[in-house]
């Protein structure tokens, strides 16, 4: 068993590429679902369509990075206004199967052998990440050594990049909750009748936290397209959005700081476990060696879930969340 | 300030009094100086129809209670007056602008504000967040200026309003409470008093004595009879006949969604097709001298 081995696996998924991503998209959610209070079950959405609007734009239009960026925030506002017009005058479970069912509608056109040309079918799409790295501060050799891990300077420049778009990100989640804009969706996510008939357009204010919400989702999408390199349909699987809900919860729904919390433990643990396991097998520890390695990638699944209950169990507001708040509701 | 309610002078009461006083008692009846005209409201539920009121004027600076039994389409209708049902046909006209069709967030902008059956306190925000959420006109409301931090000048002024209102309502120890600690009493006189954030002209109470405790109901008649003396119309349904009498100008009787009479309160309940109307029978008493309570029904159409 080498410990500094898991150790070192910790450390770099909880502040790794995947932890960014996941992080940024629990924002948008935090934004949409914890303070407003909408179901949106299609975060990969547009997550996908940050990263395929980089990847793109760069591949087959031959326009720099920054284009790419740019059509991608475009793309998720529209996704957004488009999901949103007719779903959002309805009840709430109305935007959550539009969202779901949009979500995989993306998916399936981006694999698509129809649209291979331009998307890449199953492969996805690649090389296009130069113009993001052309950017990057660090030298070739500023490699980062955490133990046994190596951080090399492509990664490092990400991480930096996608952890102050974490912290922008939350700078404009905490002014915004504290003004009266939060006041009035925190209202709207309570009862929206009640904050209509003080004289507020509930209906922009639902699309305004929508389209927000889909914005940092674009942004967790380009992190993952720049970080992997890569665009791949089945990165933006359902399997994305409900990490990402997990996550929140994790942290605590309607908490500046819960998502960045919920994906630094989440990953840490997911990927702690992976490593965990697989070393016990090799050390041949009692009861875990009886497993092979295959075996061991879905007791992971399996022990993350089991963790997922009992926190629902015994902390059912997240880590940071306000059990005062849970309490009322039952009243 | 606190008190205000309870100078029991009642100029406004007499103004309106005066005013009502040489109205013909009959259902539809036009008023010297309405507020509200309905005209040909309808609205069916799937083939049920729940109001159907041919005309109805509500007099500027009164207190007009609609009353009537179960299922009358009272509450539907201060929901289509209001914009939060929309009706199959009719329009009416408030402050002489025809909002019919106007969605309600229009409405409560152009003073109607509205209270709701079953109170809508914002349990999970402080008392103090819920009066400061009914404040109108709030820059910090739009997403820029609410990130750029421009509504904090603003938000002082909304806070000293929301202050005043809640030692008016006797809230203010409460300010920091999250609203669902609150009793039901605690919260009609939040919700009432939030409303009062918006600046209405007219203030449309849906049934605000149900579940208040009997000590607090004083103290709410003294706040809606204050309403009356600030300038403001106040509409409530109410079940109570005893509240009606207490401190309504007028009363508009609505049964099977129309209104079938209308006159000050001793005589409406003296009508017979009131009578009738409640107890589906002949009966020859005063609605309040049969010993009969109307109140507190759970729901109502």
């Known amino acids: 068993m080498d410990w500094g081995y898991i150790f070192a696996v910790m450390v770099t998924s909880a502040f790794g590429l995947q932890a960014i991503v996941f992080g940024l998209a629990a924002i948008g959610i935090n934004v949409q679902f914890g303070y407003t209070g909408l179901l949106n079950f299609g975060q990969a959405a547009f997550m996908a369509v940050g990263g395929y609007a980089v990847a793109v734009t760069v591949v087959e239009l031959g326009l720099s990075f920054w284009w790419g960026v740019l059509f991608g925030l475009i793309g998720a506002v529209l996704l957004a206004l488009l999901l949103g017009v007719p779903t959002l005058r309805l009840r709430a479970d109305y935007l959550a199967i539009v969202t779901i069912a949009a979500a995989e509608i993306i998916r399936l056109i981006l694999r698509s052998v129809a649209f291979k040309e331009i998307f890449g079918g199953s492969d996805g799409k690649q090389a296009f990440a130069d113009g993001f790295f052309e950017l990057s501060f660090l030298s070739a050799d500023a490699d980062l050594r955490i133990g046994p891990a190596v951080v090399n300077d492509r990664q490092l420049f990400t991480y930096i990049v996608g952890w102050s778009l974490v912290a922008l990100a939350c700078l404009v989640v905490w002014l915004l909750v504290r003004s009266p804009w939060g006041r009035v969706v925190k209202g709207i996510r309570e009862d929206e009748d009640a904050v209509r008939s003080l004289g507020k357009n509930v209906f922009v204010y639902k699309m305004q936290a929508l389209v927000l919400g889909g914005i940092f989702g674009a942004l967790a999408g380009f992190v993952t397209a720049v970080g992997a390199q890569n665009v791949n349909p089945d990165s933006f699987k359902t399997d994305a959005t409900f990490f990402a809900y997990a996550i929140l919860i994790l942290g605590g729904a309607a908490r500046v700081f819960g998502p960045v919390l919920g994906t630094v433990i989440f990953w840490a643990l997911f990927q702690g476990t992976d490593v965990f396991l697989r070393e016990g097998i090799d050390a041949g520890l009692p009861i875990i060696s009886l497993m092979d390695g295959t075996q061991a990638a879905v007791l992971r699944v399996m022990l993350v879930g089991l963790g997922l209950m009992l926190l629902m169990i015994y902390r059912p507001q997240g880590i940071l969340g306000d059990r005062r708040e849970l309490a009322l509701d039952a009243r | ?301």
């Open chain 2, 1 to 301: 300030m606190p008190d205000s309610a309870s100078t029991s002078a009642m100029p406004k009461h007499e103004e309106a009094v005066r005013f009502l006083a040489d109205v013909p008692r009959e259902p539809g009846v036009p008023k010297p100086d309405p507020i509200l005209v309905a005209d040909g409201v309808h609205r069916n539920f799937g083939g049920l129809t729940a109001v159907d009121v041919k005309h109805v004027e509500i007099q500027r600076g009164s207190i007009t209670a609609l009353v009537g039994p179960n299922g009358a389409g009272k509450t539907t209708f201060f929901n289509l007056l209001t914009g939060f049902d929309t009706p199959d046909s009719g329009s009416w006209l408030f402050n002489g602008k025809d909002i019919a069709g106007v969605p309600s967030y229009r409405v409560a902008r152009m003073g109607m504000v509205r209270t709701f059956q079953l109170t809508k306190a914002l349990s999970k925000m402080t008392v103090i967040d819920n009066m400061r959420l009914g404040g109108t006109n709030q820059v910090g409301e739009r997403m820029l200026q609410a990130i750029l931090g421009l509504w904090r000048g603003q938000e002082k002024t909304i806070t000293a309003k929301a202050d005043e209102l809640l030692s008016r309502f006797k809230l203010f120890e409460k300010r920091e409470d999250f609203a669902g600690s609150l009793s039901g009493g605690q919260r009609k006189l939040l919700e009432m008093a939030r409303a009062l954030m918006t600046d209405p002209t007219m203030v449309m109470l849906d049934e605000p004595m149900a579940g208040v405790n009997p000590a607090l109901t004083q103290s709410l008649l003294e706040h809606i009879k204050g309403l009356r003396e600030d300038g403001m119309t106040v509409l409530f349904v109410e079940h109570d006949m005893d509240v009606v009498r207490d401190i309504s100008d007028w009363v508009i009787v609505m049964a099977q969604g129309q209104v079938i009479a209308e006159g000050p309160p001793d005589e409406v309940m003296r009508n017979e097709a009131v009578i009738s109307a409640y107890l589906g029978g002949h009966h020859d008493k005063a609605l309040t001298d049969t010993g009969v309570s109307f109140t507190q029904e759970s729901s109502d159409s």
